[in-house]
């Protein structure tokens, strides 16, 4: 069965960063687009970044609200994903999803939370 | 950046009801592939998002018949029948042609 483990959420103060990690199983990793949503607490979903795989160069996208600041990566030889945030802000604070799929996100992880408070 | 607006914001449902929930964007999800990139997911309480139906109508693995999709360009349904006390929950609608990506701000499917 595949499955998406977030860590490494936690609570930071405002222009810190965080670094959070998704360990996938059960699926050709190398061969999936990964994803991250988030969602604040009481909203909606956001969609925050994707990464592509080997053959496409790993490119990467990113909402227009952390382009500059969070960096998406992935390690095919550890099947991880990785959401590199900096300089975070209050309105980051949410419930990260790791996501996997194609050109849409097909499977969810549990979510990690991250917190931005002074 | 793409608006996809959700219709109604709140669906009350009698169990073993049908409702409709509309998702209409703001400019034409077709891309220049020829696949249109409309996705629904159910978020259900204390629970991630789970993907019913990709690609404008195509149900992902182990979602009932009941789930349905249909829509072309900009104009999109999710219909769903013979609701049951699993289906309540808040639904969301993704488009994935145009970056960034953007969610419709949901639908709570809730018991009458």
């Known amino acids: 069965a595949v499955q998406l483990v977030e860590s490494g959420g936690g609570l930071v103060q405002p222009k810190e960063s965080l670094k959070i990690s998704c360990a996938a199983s059960?699926?050709?990793?190398?061969?999936?687009?990964m994803y991250w949503v988030r969602q604040a607490p009481g909203k909606g979903l956001e969609w925050v970044a994707r990464i592509r795989t080997k053959p496409n160069n790993y490119a990467t996208y990113y909402a227009d609200s952390v382009k500059g600041r969070f960096t998406i990566s992935r390690d095919d030889s550890k099947s991880m994903v990785y959401l590199q945030m900096d300089n975070l802000k209050t309105e980051d604070t949410a419930m990260y999803y790791c996501?996997?799929?194609?050109?849409?996100?097909?499977?969810w992880g549990q979510g990690v939370m991250v917190t931005v408070s002074s | 950046d793409v608006l996809m607006t959700q219709t109604p914001v709140s669906l009350p449902v009698s169990l073993g009801g049908q409702v409709s929930i509309s998702c209409r964007s703001s400019?034409?999800?077709?891309?220049?592939?020829?696949?249109?990139?409309l996705h629904w997911y159910l978020q259900k309480p204390g629970q991630s998002p789970q993907l019913l139906i990709y690609?404008?109508?195509n149900r992902f693995s182990g979602v009932p018949d009941r789930f349905s999709g249909s829509g072309s360009g900009t104009d999109f349904t999710l219909k769903i029948s013979r609701v049951e006390p699993e289906d309540l929950g808040v639904y969301y609608c993704l488009q994935s042609t145009h970056f960034p990506y953007t969610f419709g701000a949901g639908t709570k499917l809730e018991l009458k």
């Open positions: 996501t996997a799929g194609g050109s849409s996100p097909d499977y």
């Open positions: 059960g699926f050709t990793f190398s061969n999936a687009a």
């Open positions: 690609r404008v109508s």
């Open positions: 400019q034409s999800l077709v891309h220049s592939d020829g696949n249109t990139y």
